[in-house]
């Protein structure tokens, strides 16, 4: 059974840094992409990150130069490095993976979620 096991989340003031960590386990499948996504009271879930095996990673507009993205694949984990914080920021952090299954499958899991606050 796939885990997906975020850890990182807290409270800060604004300015200041945190870091996501998210470690998948339990599938013999090769993931295509990791990723985080967010979601703040009332509003939908959105995407801030995600990098792709080879490399490539995408920012939502709203973190870019401020947010980056990195992956072990030895230890299949995914890490958010957040600098610079703001209050806007708040949200719960989801960790996103989507393995491999076939050239015309995949498979997509999603963590529990990360609560990051951040104050003014």
């Known amino acids: 059974q796939v885990q997906l096991v975020e850890s990182g989340g807290g409270l800060v003031q604004a300015g200041r840094s945190l870091r996501l960590s998210c470690a998948a386990s339990?599938?013999?499948?090769?993931?295509?992409?990791m990723g985080w996504y967010r979601q703040a009271p009332g509003k939908q879930r959105e995407l801030v990150a995600t990098i792709i095996s080879g490399g490539g990673t995408n920012y939502a507009d709203s973190v870019k130069g401020r947010f980056a993205i990195s992956w072990d694949i030895a230890k299949n984990t995914v890490y958010l490095q957040m600098n610079s914080l703001k209050p806007e920021d708040t949200a719960v952090y989801y960790c996103n993976v989507l393995f491999y299954i076939s050239a015309a499958a995949r498979e997509q899991y999603w963590g529990r979620g990360t609560q990051v606050t951040v104050s003014s």
């Open positions: 339990g599938s013999n499948f090769r993931i295509n992409a």
